[in-house]
């Protein structure tokens, strides 16, 4: 389904959808007894964030769920124990700041490879002010209306 017609179906059925999950929650806390239970302190939860859960809805590029990031780590769980010792307490946010960069590469349809060597080489000349420029979205966009203007 292209962006557009995701947008609109989003508008159309998703939002409403969940405006009226919200309603349903808030009606609930209303009227439960259970306010300081788990399901109480969850609802208080899923109620307090609800402009950052309606969020997704609004961008046609987001997805509500995280599956694609999940199947991404998937590797670097199952390879846990060989990532206990890497040699430096900081490495496992360096891993995760280095993995995620990765996947954003693929997700915007970048060679990651490419796209580090080209980031790598440009960095320290570049303006601070246009350091946007280097998320790999936007890197993905960039090369593109260059190979246009060419």
């Not at 919200?22 to 939860?45: C, H, I, N």
Request: aromatic residues 10%; proline residues 5%; charged residues 30%.
């Amino acid at each position: 389904m292209s962006t557009d017609k995701s947008q609109k179906a989003r508008e159309s059925y998703s939002i409403k959808e969940a405006e009226k999950l919200f309603a349903a929650a808030l009606l609930w806390r209303e009227q439960s007894p259970m306010r300081k239970t788990a399901m109480g302190r969850a609802v208080d939860y899923f109620l307090k964030r609800k402009k950052e859960l309606l969020e997704c809805f609004r961008h046609p590029g987001s997805r509500i769920d995280n599956n694609l990031v999940e199947n991404a780590i998937r590797p670097l769980k199952l390879g846990l124990k060989n990532y206990l010792f890497v040699g430096h307490p900081d490495a496992g946010s360096t891993f995760a700041c280095l993995y995620t960069l990765i996947e954003n590469c693929r997700l915007a349809g970048a060679n990651p490879e490419e796209y580090l060597a080209d980031v790598i080489e440009r960095m320290l000349d570049y303006p601070s002010s246009k350091l946007e420029d280097f998320i790999p979205q936007n890197w993905v966009e960039l090369k593109r209306s260059k190979n246009a203007d060419q």
